[in-house]
């Protein structure tokens, strides 16, 4: 028996055009980014969807009636949950006052030097119990829940020592238990060096104490490291993800976000991941991360938050890169919201709406191994550009095709174009993970699923 049936779409984002005849054709005439399908449904089962297509044919094969539950979507758009390459969602205190100063002109470094920025963070998270952490990233999840994220990376990095960078792991894997939105655990010790250690001590702690530790717990899946001039330069930065690729961790790296040292093209020549920040990152470096097959991060919400440059987009879509998007959640950049993310990326960095909300989805999955199988595709604006979307896992995040997890958003919107348009408006109404109804944000009895 078919467990959801979302029926009556007005629009559905299944996930890349991949040649359809099902494919919406764009309104500028340019080649579809986005398989779009008119008047159709979702049925899912035991998690995973089980059909896509025209409302009437499988209502038809499933009806409504015979459903468990059914929800009519009236017409609205419907795409896949949206997923958010990178947080720092798990924290504590509050640094408000950070937000004030920035207003009257002090930079992020200049914060730091103050005594504020991550060691701040750092000694509230110290301080805070377990069960304290674990409502702190609830209520964080809470809101991304009700933005429409289904999926998001979290990092460690707010203990700078074995013992809280390993608490904040295992409350990141219990969030990931007891709540919808499906976590990616990364390791992040390299975060920032204690007040009061010499760099390299510190990543000789990072190499020898921290990571192992972080391996036998097998938690994380990824190590990430703030290469960034007055943090961990290239060599510091290259010994640790190193060391962490050889207990298991695959690499990510903070690069080029306020000054360009390496950090892209030392990814690159790992074969990272994922790239992530890149506001200062020249064309060089995305042909290198395209070459290498590694995933480039834009976080447009962290150049708004602190009033620095937005990354250049062009310079990666150019080159054919599967660009990336995430919110930076963090105390210094509180924002929650992947709809208003792609709102950005569109009006600050260029993007399209359909390149936004692939990066939203399906290149965000990509980018913390979230991305299943897929079949090779056009990516990016280079027309002979295709990469192969590659990941260990199977269950397809940022798409809704058969086999994939069930997870997607009912937008009380007419198409994918009013996501951006709509500006910081969230206009969620359902929000389905793992097949369930978890989150319903209605203003009047239509659509309610029964």
Do not use: W
């Not at 017409?75 to 937000?99: C, I």
């Not at 004030?100 to 060691?119: K, L, Q």
């Not at 995933?295 to 062009?314: G, K």
């Amino acid at each position: 028996m078919t467990d959801l049936l979302v029926y009556n779409i007005g629009k559905l984002v299944v996930g890349p055009a991949s040649g359809s005849d099902n494919a919406a054709d764009p309104t500028d005439g340019d080649t579809p980014l986005l398989d779009i399908r008119e008047d159709a449904a979702v049925a899912i089962e035991d998690g995973a969807v089980v059909a896509v297509g025209d409302s009437t044919a499988v209502c038809r094969q499933r009806p409504p009636e015979a459903a468990a539950r059914a929800l009519d979507a009236s017409g609205k758009l419907v795409t896949p949950g949206l997923v958010d390459a990178h947080t720092h969602a798990l924290f504590a205190g509050d640094r408000s006052g950070e937000f004030v100063a920035r207003i009257e002109g002090r930079s992020y470094t200049e914060i730091m030097d103050a005594g504020g920025g991550i060691p701040v963070t750092v000694g509230a998270v110290r301080e805070a119990s377990d069960e304290q952490l674990l409502a702190n990233i609830h209520e964080q999840l809470d809101v991304m829940l009700a933005h429409g994220t289904t999926t998001a990376e979290v990092k460690s990095g707010y203990g700078l020592d074995t013992e809280t960078e390993l608490r904040m792991l295992e409350i990141i894997e219990r969030a990931d238990e007891t709540h919808p939105v499906d976590l990616v655990p990364t390791f992040m010790g390299a975060h920032a060096v204690p007040e009061g250690v010499e760099t390299d001590t510190y990543v000789d702690r990072v190499v020898d104490e921290q990571l192992p530790a972080v391996a036998e717990q097998g938690i994380a899946r990824f190590c990430d490291v703030f290469c960034e001039e007055g943090v961990f330069d290239v060599e510091q930065s290259r010994r640790i993800l190193q060391a962490g690729r050889e207990y298991g961790l695959d690499p990510k790296l903070h690069a080029e976000e306020f000054t360009r040292i390496g950090g892209a093209q030392l990814a690159a020549e790992l074969g990272a991941t994922s790239a992530d920040h890149l506001l200062h990152a020249a064309g060089e470096d995305a042909a290198a991360l395209v070459e290498a097959d590694v995933t480039p991060v834009l976080l447009p919400a962290t150049a708004f938050s602190l009033s620095e440059p937005y990354a250049d987009a062009e310079v990666f879509l150019d080159a054919g890169a599967p660009v990336a998007l995430g919110t930076d959640l963090n105390p210094s950049c509180f924002v929650h919201s992947m709809g208003f993310v792609i709102s950005l990326a569109c009006l600050r960095m260029g993007m399209t709406p359909e390149e936004a909300l692939l990066g939203a989805t399906t290149g965000a999955a990509r980018a913390i191994g979230r991305a299943g199988e897929q079949p090779e595709r056009a990516i990016g604006r280079a027309g002979d550009s295709t990469v192969q979307a590659a990941g260990a896992d199977s269950d397809g995040a940022g798409r809704l095709h058969e086999g994939t997890a069930a997870d997607l958003v009912v937008f009380d919107l007419p198409d994918h174009v009013h996501l951006p348009y709509n500006g910081g408006t969230n206009r969620v109404e359902t929000v389905v993970t793992g097949g369930r109804a978890v989150h319903r944000n209605t203003t009047g009895d239509g659509g309610e699923p029964r």
